[in-house]
């Protein structure tokens, strides 16, 4: 039986929530859309609180929309400032935790992550941060107008962005990563080598293999006995599924909300869509979340269709780009357990390296060659087979590769 649907929820303001409600209107839907989020501010676009809110004092936070264009031209209900907490999946009702209750035909849960906290800073006598919203972003900017002294506890991509505006801002920088090398799970060795040169080139220091145990009012201690003057330690330690409300909705919660490739989770008509979602990657041969801007606004706009309808599969591989001083590194697909060809001159600071498991390409990562990865992101979308002779030659046209 199919139900009518007038009356939308979307648990969730950020970018997959917004650009769903977008995406609806976009499709013809007339119905109520009602937008509930926890920030006090209308959805903004998520890359910059590590990106060029960090770089310059004059950058202004970017909206997705005005506040007003969402009322006033989409006719879309924003409730910001208050989490959407509860639910009754039977009943088709969701509530805030200033007891207010929101009925719905269908439920979109585009309920993000949240930062990993770090226990050992729990109750630090040293100032501690995370880097999640605007207020982070810049509350961190105003340490590097300072020059301050910044512990970075992290070395992923978000860690070393902050690294990377810190070290340009004039701050004292060290980052404490737990592993050997930097972004293990992402990058071959090579370009984590390169990462961490590049860093060091503009004095950022680095201490793998260690983590936090212990601070003071001044300094962090470490699991190796090093004692690391510090004005600020902001923690990127990964993230965690925002899922409390799935599982008041009695939804299975593991390692996020799972869904089918429609979007759709284990109750009738309720969705999920961007960083919460539990998701089947073919590249990585298993479900994943995808915690990154393009999965984020790509699948939520597919998504957003199969809640009044459609029946319209989503199967983007994963993609995701850094700005590192004068590096520009993006990765599509999987890179880990794979063979690796290399295109370009590696010494030349552009070349793209290509991860292939048999015949099958599933993943590339390209250094300062934007072009290369736009046909690369194709070809692992097309789960295209170009031969491994083929990719091994320097002339050989990727666009080629579709075609086979």
């Given at each position: 039986?199919?139900?009518?649907i007038?009356?939308?929820?979307?648990?969730?303001?950020?970018?997959?929530?917004?650009?769903?409600?977008?995406?609806l209107?976009?499709?013809?839907?007339?119905?109520?859309?009602?937008?509930?989020?926890?920030?006090?501010?209308?959805?903004?676009?998520?890359?910059?609180?590590?990106?060029?809110?960090?770089?310059s004092?004059?950058?202004?936070?970017?909206?997705?929309?005005?506040?007003?264009?969402?009322?006033?031209?989409?006719?879309i209900?924003?409730?910001?400032?208050?989490?959407?907490?509860?639910?009754?999946?039977?009943r088709?009702?969701?509530?805030?935790?200033?007891?207010?209750?929101?009925?719905?035909?269908?439920?979109?849960?585009?309920?993000?992550?949240r930062p990993?906290?770090?226990?050992a800073?729990?109750?630090?006598?040293?100032?501690?941060?995370?880097?999640r919203?605007?207020?982070?972003?810049?509350?961190?900017?105003?340490?590097?107008h300072?020059?301050s002294?910044?512990v970075?506890?992290?070395?992923?991509?978000?860690?070393?962005?902050?690294?990377?505006?810190?070290?340009?801002?004039?701050?004292?920088?060290?980052?404490?990563?737990?592993?050997?090398?930097?972004?293990?799970?992402?990058?071959?060795?090579?370009?984590?080598?390169?990462?961490?040169?590049?860093?060091?080139?503009?004095?950022v220091?680095f201490?793998?293999?260690?983590?936090?145990?212990?601070?003071?009012?001044?300094?962090?201690?470490?699991?190796?006995?090093?004692?690391?003057?510090?004005?600020?330690?902001?923690?990127?330690i990964?993230?965690?599924?925002?899922?409390?409300?799935?599982?008041?909705?009695?939804?299975p919660?593991?390692?996020?909300?799972?869904?089918?490739?429609?979007?759709?989770?284990?109750?009738?008509?309720i969705?999920?869509?961007?960083?919460?979602?539990?998701?089947?990657?073919?590249?990585?041969?298993?479900?994943?979340?995808?915690?990154?801007?393009?999965?984020?606004?790509n699948?939520?706009?597919?998504?957003?269709?199969n809640?009044?309808?459609?029946s319209r599969e989503?199967g983007?591989?994963?993609?995701f780009?850094?700005?590192?001083?004068?590096l520009?590194?993006?990765?599509?697909?999987d890179?880990?357990?794979?063979?690796?060809?290399?295109?370009?001159?590696?010494?030349?600071?552009?070349?793209?390296?290509?991860?292939?498991?048999?015949?099958?390409?599933?993943?590339a990562?390209?250094?300062?060659?934007?072009?290369?990865?736009?046909?690369?992101?194709?070809?692992?979308?097309?789960?295209?087979?170009?031969?491994?002779?083929?990719?091994?030659?320097?002339?050989?046209?990727?666009?080629?590769?579709?075609?086979?």
């Amino acid at each position: 039986m199919t139900r009518t649907i007038n009356d939308i929820v979307i648990a969730g303001a950020g970018q997959a929530g917004a650009r769903a409600a977008e995406a609806l209107r976009a499709r013809g839907f007339k119905g109520s859309i009602t937008m509930i989020g926890d920030e006090p501010h209308p959805p903004y676009e998520r890359p910059q609180l590590s990106k060029a809110m960090l770089q310059s004092a004059g950058t202004s936070v970017a909206y997705i929309k005005r506040a007003q264009d969402w009322n006033e031209t989409l006719d879309i209900r924003i409730e910001t400032g208050a989490a959407a907490i509860d639910g009754d999946a039977d009943r088709r009702v969701v509530a805030t935790a200033d007891g207010r209750s929101f009925a719905f035909d269908a439920l979109l849960l585009a309920t993000g992550t949240r930062p990993r906290r770090l226990p050992a800073l729990e109750d630090a006598q040293i100032e501690v941060q995370y880097l999640r919203n605007i207020e982070d972003a810049l509350r961190f900017r105003r340490h590097i107008h300072s020059r301050s002294r910044i512990v970075i506890v992290g070395g992923g991509v978000i860690g070393l962005e902050a690294a990377c505006a810190a070290a340009k801002g004039g701050c004292d920088v060290t980052v404490i990563e737990t592993e050997a090398r930097l972004l293990p799970r992402a990058f071959p060795i090579a370009i984590s080598d390169l990462v961490a040169k590049r860093h060091r080139s503009h004095g950022v220091a680095f201490v793998f293999g260690a983590t936090v145990t212990g601070s003071s009012s001044r300094a962090v201690t470490l699991s190796n006995g090093t004692e690391i003057a510090a004005d600020l330690v902001l923690v990127g330690i990964g993230v965690t599924p925002s899922a409390d409300l799935a599982v008041r909705l009695g939804l299975p919660v593991a390692d996020g909300i799972a869904v089918d490739a429609c979007g759709r989770t284990a109750a009738p008509g309720i969705f999920c869509a961007g960083d919460v979602a539990l998701q089947r990657s073919r590249c990585h041969g298993r479900a994943i979340r995808v915690e990154t801007w393009a999965n984020a606004q790509n699948q939520a706009i597919s998504v957003a269709g199969n809640m009044i309808g459609e029946s319209r599969e989503y199967g983007d591989p994963p993609w995701f780009w850094t700005d590192q001083y004068d590096l520009n590194i993006q990765v599509v697909g999987d890179m880990r357990d794979a063979d690796r060809i290399t295109r370009g001159d590696p010494d030349s600071g552009r070349f793209s390296t290509i991860a292939m498991r048999g015949t099958e390409l599933v993943g590339a990562l390209s250094v300062n060659s934007a072009k290369d990865m736009a046909m690369l992101r194709r070809i692992v979308a097309a789960d295209a087979r170009p031969q491994r002779a083929d990719l091994e030659s320097p002339g050989y046209d990727l666009r080629a590769a579709l075609k086979t």
